[in-house]
């Protein structure tokens, strides 16, 4: 796909990851649509690019309720025009032991709250967009790409049964939607980031900060720029599909 002058929507864009898939896909011409459910964020990450000389429009969205999503794309639609593009990059966290005993005496088990809250946002968060945009792709005739934003946590990671279980379905969808969504020109793709240098990664103590490092191939945790990179790739390589890039350093869970 040539990205200049090509209506990409991002959904967790306000910051982090998001942000800097924006930045980079905005530096080749992409006119931007930011989704995130923190206007307050959005409104900052739209001054930020718009200062870089970045075209980009903030919507506020939660991607878990069907109806805001709906709104949200058609919104996006009559603002900017129909996407080319998605990424579905929106996520959160709510990390928790399945269970937890001292002595054989259960103290603690993963909530079904903590469980439900992920499936939501980070599962059917990408089903809701993901449905929306290729929609939106097939009404308007134009051929199009959408980019899920995975984890290699998905392999299974200890402490996060509600992340990695949503983060594996992520890809069984793209790889369903791939075969489904070829003979519109629909181009599905993954992207699986291992540890990266974010805000939660800089307010680590040093020693685990240390000792999570030592773990990568590489020696060194990933930016935000070389998953967005691994985005651009996705979008401006005209024969992937229902594949995924992970980006790790070489590391494997």
Known sequence: M??????????????GLGLAMARHLGAQGARLALLDVDSGALDQAIS?????GIEARGFVVNVADEASVKQTFGDVAASLGPISGLVNNAGILRDALLVKARDGKVEKTMSLAQWQQVIDVNLTGVFLCGREAAAQMIEAGHQGVIVNISSISRAGNMGQSNYAAAKAAV????????????????RVGAVAPGFIETDMTASMR??????????????RLGGPEDIAASVAFIFE?????????????GLRL
């Open 2 to 15: 040539n990205l200049d002058k090509s209506v990409i929507a991002i959904t967790g864009g306000a910051r």
């Open 206 to 219: 040093e020693d685990m900060l240390e000792k999570l490092t030592a773990g990568v191939p590489l020696k």
């Open 171 to 186: 890809v069984s969808l793209t790889t369903t939607w791939a075969r489904e969504l070829a003979r519109y020109g629909i």
């Open 237 to 249: 390589n005209q024969y992937f599909t229902g594949r995924v890039i992970e980006c790790d350093g």
């Open 48 to 52: 930020t690019l718009h200062s870089e």
